[in-house]
């Protein structure tokens, strides 16, 4: 047999995000001091979100839907100029077409389950956040979702690309991440201040940030001589959050 137990909560408006750990269900003989069998729980590894929309709505990443109950309403939305989602990032000039699913209402959805590890997080009415295309999950429709475009061509060949999601407004956000959150390291970034990171460690950054894409230092030779590729240089002030064990690991997909 197997349970979901849940493990975190977060709440914005009338959405309601609830992660949950699926466990398998074995029975112990104990005695102490009756014999009696006793369920023991063993993690799979396996996660599964659960929205629960109180006359609100949420946009998510394509393919993750389970199953849904309740006065809801299923949107196939197309992302176009201004919008996007990570399919659309990843498949930006290649000509494909990206669609995402906006469900609005009153009910419950449950996502697929999967192995990878989530972030909840709510933002402010006067913040923004620059996300890697890899992360993005499901967004409340409160927020405003939209493509960054970094103005350096290197940029295209950096972890993240030439285009990044970007979130700006008031509402409650899912990401996925390769780390749990604990492992997430948050650097505050205060003005005058500068963060260079390797792309790849980069879940998301303050959209307040002014970040250049390029090589750690100037001149082919140094380049060469430094071992180092394109690299990120964000200016405060802002936050930046990474995930440095995922890269020390050596299990970046």
């Known amino acids: 047999m197997s349970y979901r137990i849940k493990m975190s909560e977060e709440r914005a408006g009338g959405l309601t995000a609830e992660l949950y750990a699926i466990c398998k269900v074995t029975s112990q003989l104990v005695q102490q001091p009756e014999t ?3 369920e023991v729980y063993a993690d799979t590894g396996q996660r599964q979100i659960k929205f629960t929309l109180d006359n609100d709505s949420v946009m998510l990443e394509p393919g993750i839907l389970s199953y849904a ?3 809801l309403n ?13 399919r659309a990032v990843r498949s930006a000039g290649s ?5 995402g699913t906006l469900v609005s209402g009153t009910g419950v959805l449950w996502t697929e389950p999967t192995r990878k590890h989530f972030i909840f997080a709510v933002m402010e009415g006067q913040d923004s956040m620059l996300i890697d295309d890899r992360a993005y999950y499901a967004a409340q429709g409160s927020l405003r979702l939209s493509t960054h475009t970094h103005k350096k061509v290197q940029g295209a060949l950096s972890g993240n690309g030439l285009m990044q999601p970007r979130l700006d407004g008031a509402g409650l956000f899912v990401i996925e991440s390769p780390v749990s959150v604990h492992e997430v390291e948050v650097l505050d970034v ?3 201040e500068t963060v260079t990171v390797d792309g790849d460690m980069m879940l998301m950054y ?9 090589p750690l230092v100037r001149g082919l030779r140094n380049a060469a001589r430094s071992g180092e590729g394109l690299v990120y240089t ?3 002030p802002g936050q930046v959050f ?8 050596g299990s970046l997909a």
């Open 74 to 86: 299923f949107q196939v939305v197309q992302q176009q100029a201004g919008n996007f989602l990570s």
């Open 206 to 214: 303050s959209g307040t940030m002014d970040p250049q894409l390029g």
């Open 36 to 38: 009696h069998f006793r």
């Open 69 to 71: 109950q309740g006065r």
């Open 190 to 192: 205060r003005a005058g």
């Open 234 to 236: 964000l200016h405060g």
């Open 242 to 249: 990474l995930t440095p064990t995922h890269i020390s690991a």
């Open 95 to 99: 000509g494909e077409s990206a669609f």
